[in-house]
Every structure is written in C-alpha cells, then in structure tokens.
C-alpha cells in the first residue's frame, strides 16, 4: 500500500520485534474525527495501527510492520517496550458508555485478520490496563471482554464452586500482569468488572481458570471435574 494509506506520522522502527500482542484501547475523546485529528497530529506524539468509529468505520493510521505509539510505559509477561511488540487499536469512546454494536463487530473483524496475519493467539489480546495497572483503565469495565472470549478472540473465564483458588500474586505473574500494587484493580477491570474490596477467593479461581484457558504449560490446573470456559 502507498505511504498515503497510513496518515499518521508518528511511528517508528520495530526494534527488531514482530508484533505478538494486540493492545484495545478507548480514544476517551469526544468522537472519532477528534481521536484522528490526535493521533495523526505529529506534536502529540500518540498513534495507533487502528482507529475503529462507533459506527464501526475502520481506518488504518500505522502500518502494521510498524512501532506505533499507543502503550507507552508499561509492560506484559515480564517484557517491556510493549508498543515494538503489539498492534494497537482504539475505540471511539470517550469511557463513559457502551460500545455500539456495529463497532465491535467491526473490532471482531479486524481481530480475526490481525490474528491471522501475525499469528496471535486469544491470549495474547489485551487491555491498556493490563499492561499499565493504576495509569490506564480502558478500555474499560463497559467492554464486552466476555463476548470477544466466546468467539475465541480473547481471554475470559467464570470460576466455579470447585475451581482451585491458588495464590493469586503467582497467578498474576503467570497470566503476564506487571508488578504493580494496582494490578489487582486492573486484573478486576477487565476480568471482573465492578468488583471491590479485598483480594477474594472469586478472584483467586477466576486467575486459576484463565490460566488453564491460557494453556500455559506447567501452570494451573482446575481440579478433576473442572470445565474449561468456552
């Protein structure tokens, strides 16, 4: 594709990586034009590979062989420099309401291509605040984690009663969450949405779930009995 195809000119070099993450991200701005404007203005120093509209208007502004600059400081899985290693999309949303249906079909769309084209698996498709716990909370509690796991986009789990409740520092580790002593607020942000107070045991077999569902080799296990989520 010509360079024109890929209107935002803040990107760099890949550092020697080959994307392996997808990081999904809310704009927080007003509407799509406005998102653009920003992630295409070069004294801004933001982009994205994608910008998704609410009406499910897709535009790529990166080149996907390229080091946008979405993530910023941050890390998954004990790596940092996430932004050389990940495809960033955003979601016109300014984070205080749902994300419409046309719009996340789009996002399923998109997903399966961009999974396909660089071999990611479901794991591996993540939330700003995943990687970034107590600095990034989108794209927030609103979004429909669950309905992206069932079509096998990405990862979610409910426990159940006999789930195995391990301890959850260790789980988090494993699952990729940074050191951080907000990460158990954004591992509830994305996994158990509205969820407060204290570390609970529904946290600990939530971890527990999601690692099997992760097919971490020589990690968690549910007990005999246990299902794996769909």
């Known amino acids: 594709m010509a360079a024109a195809a890929f209107p935002s000119p803040n990107h760099g070099d890949r550092r020697g990586q080959t994307p392996s993450l997808i990081v999904l991200h809310y704009t927080g701005m007003a509407d799509a034009a406005s998102a653009r404007a920003r992630l295409c203005d070069p004294t801004a120093e933001v982009s994205a590979h994608w910008l998704i509209a609410a009406d499910g208007t897709t535009e790529q502004l990166v080149c996907e062989t390229r080091r946008a600059w979405h993530a910023g400081a941050g890390a998954w899985q004990g790596r940092d420099d996430v932004n050389s290693r990940s495809i960033g999309i955003e979601l016109d949303n300014p984070g205080d309401r749902p994300f419409p249906a046309p719009q996340m079909a789009a996002l399923r769309r998109l997903l399966r291509a961009v999974m396909e084209r660089w071999s990611i698996p479901p794991a591996a498709v993540i939330a700003h605040s995943d990687l970034a716990p107590g ?6 509690p609103r979004f429909d984690w669950e309905g992206l796991a069932h079509d096998g986009l990405c990862l979610f789990a409910h426990p159940v009663q006999d789930d195995p409740d391990p301890d959850l520092t260790d789980s ?53 009995g246990g299902s794996a989520p769909p």
């Open 135 to 140: 600095r990034k909370i989108d794209p927030g």
């Open 172 to 224: 988090l580790t494993t699952l990729g969450y940074p050191d951080n002593p907000a990460r158990l607020d954004a591992f509830r942000l994305r996994h158990r949405p509205w969820a407060t107070g204290p570390e609970s045991d529904a946290d600990r077999r939530t971890a527990a779930r999601l690692l099997l569902h992760a097919n971490i080799p020589g990690e968690s296990r549910l007990r005999d």
